[in-house]
């Protein structure tokens, strides 16, 4: 069996050709059209018209998706997305059975299915990336919700005052772009020009001024991990995005989230927080899952 699988990003647009058993056959990417939604759909079809037996096609892509109906509600950064059937328009020229998910719910799936979540009935993924992305499963299922947001943590606010300022909210607060801009700030640079990596290598070589940055940013985190916890008490976090293959990061972000626990006047159960298995690849082989979840019994 033979399922197209499509990684729909700002930038890029990942696919591969993948079995039931989550191996991949091939992989390539192409640019994500910018334009228009008949674009992204005559660059998924020309994709398509490469391969001659696809079963189905599972997408991955960014806001909020009615994965039952094929309708993307909220394109997220391709805002022509928005209000558009996207499945129907698709089936057209790809008829296979086709299923689409949010891409965080998607990097969910993964772990649940073959990753860090696989050996937990309940556990929450944390994507770090331009916002946060977040997928909760619960009794080993993905959990959507009444308006398919469930487990969307970037809208996440404290403020006491009402709706905050946009930068306010946990997924600007706490995007990598805020990291960037932080250490930015305090060396006097260009945000624009600063990388992830030039942050890390400055941590890494025990820049003071970054070590205080990273544990600033580690112990807001670290605050909403906790409060998380509390609310859906998930067996175990796994945490996903570039940033989270830099150890120093991990390391900081439990160090945080134990002081928080220490200093907690009450017994409560304790999160327990990992690395995702996957990274490139788990939106990938997460929109795999969620295609086998709907079709498997007509095609296995």
């Given at each position: 069996?033979?399922?197209?699988?499509?990684?729909?990003g700002?930038?890029?647009?990942?696919?591969?050709?993948?079995?039931?058993?989550?191996?991949?056959?091939?992989?390539?990417?192409?640019?994500?059209?910018q334009?228009?939604?008949?674009?992204?759909?005559?660059?998924?079809?020309?994709?398509?018209?490469?391969?001659d037996?696809?079963?189905?096609?599972?997408?991955?892509?960014?806001?909020?998706?009615?994965?039952?109906?094929?309708?993307?509600?909220?394109g997220?950064?391709?805002?022509?997305?928005?209000?558009?059937?996207?499945?129907?328009?698709?089936?057209?020229?790809?008829p296979?059975?086709?299923?689409m998910?949010?891409?965080?719910?998607?990097?969910?799936?993964?772990?649940?299915?073959?990753?860090?979540?696989?050996?937990?009935?309940?556990?929450?993924?944390?994507?770090?990336?331009?916002?946060i992305?977040?997928?909760?499963?619960?009794?080993?299922?993905?959990?959507r919700?009444k308006?398919?947001?469930?487990?969307?943590?970037?809208?996440?606010?404290?403020?006491r005052?009402?709706w905050?300022?946009?930068?306010?909210?946990?997924g600007?607060r706490?995007g990598?772009?805020?990291?960037?801009?932080?250490y930015?700030?305090?060396k006097?640079?260009?945000?624009?020009?600063?990388?992830?990596?030039?942050?890390?290598s400055?941590?890494?070589?025990?820049d003071?001024?970054?070590?205080?940055?990273?544990?600033?940013?580690?112990?807001?985190?670290?605050?909403?991990?906790?409060?998380?916890?509390?609310?859906?008490?998930?067996?175990?976090?796994?945490?996903?995005?570039?940033?989270?293959?830099?150890?120093?990061?991990?390391?900081?972000?439990?160090?945080?989230?134990?002081?928080?626990?220490?200093?907690?006047?009450?017994s409560?159960?304790?999160?327990?927080v990992?690395?995702?298995?996957?990274?490139?690849d788990?939106?990938?082989?997460?929109?795999?899952?969620?295609?086998?979840?709907?079709?498997?019994k007509?095609?296995?």
């Amino acid at each position: 069996m033979n399922i197209l699988t499509f990684d729909i990003g700002g930038t890029y647009i990942k696919y591969a050709l993948m079995n039931e058993k989550s191996e991949f056959l091939f992989k390539d990417r192409v640019e994500t059209p910018q334009s228009s939604r008949a674009e992204l759909i005559d660059t998924l079809v020309d994709v398509y018209g490469k391969y001659d037996e696809i079963n189905g096609i599972a997408i991955s892509m960014p806001g909020i998706i009615d994965r039952k109906n094929g309708y993307c509600r909220i394109g997220g950064a391709l805002t022509y997305n928005n209000d558009f059937f996207l499945r129907d328009a698709l089936h057209e020229k790809c008829p296979v059975p086709t299923v689409m998910e949010n891409d965080a719910k998607c990097a969910a799936m993964a772990e649940a299915s073959f990753g860090a979540l696989k050996d937990v009935n309940d556990g929450f993924v944390l994507i770090f990336g331009t916002m946060i992305g977040g997928g909760y499963i619960c009794n080993r299922r993905l959990v959507r919700g009444k308006h398919f947001s469930a487990g969307e943590v970037s809208y996440i606010t404290s403020s006491r005052d009402g709706w905050p300022y946009r930068e306010e909210v946990f997924g600007i607060r706490c995007g990598m772009p805020m990291l960037r801009r932080m250490y930015a700030e305090e060396k006097h640079l260009d945000p624009d020009k600063v990388h992830g990596r030039t942050v890390f290598s400055a941590i890494n070589a025990g820049d003071p001024q970054a070590v205080e940055i990273l544990n600033r940013y580690c112990h807001e985190i670290a605050l909403h991990i906790f409060n998380i916890q509390t609310i859906l008490d998930p067996e175990r976090f796994a945490i996903g995005g570039g940033i989270s293959e830099e150890p120093v990061f991990m390391e900081t972000l439990r160090k945080h989230l134990n002081e928080i626990y220490e200093k907690c006047p009450y017994s409560i159960p304790h999160a327990e927080v990992v690395t995702c298995a996957f990274n490139n690849d788990a939106n990938l082989i997460g929109a795999l899952s969620c295609w086998l979840e709907d079709n498997c019994k007509s095609f296995c």
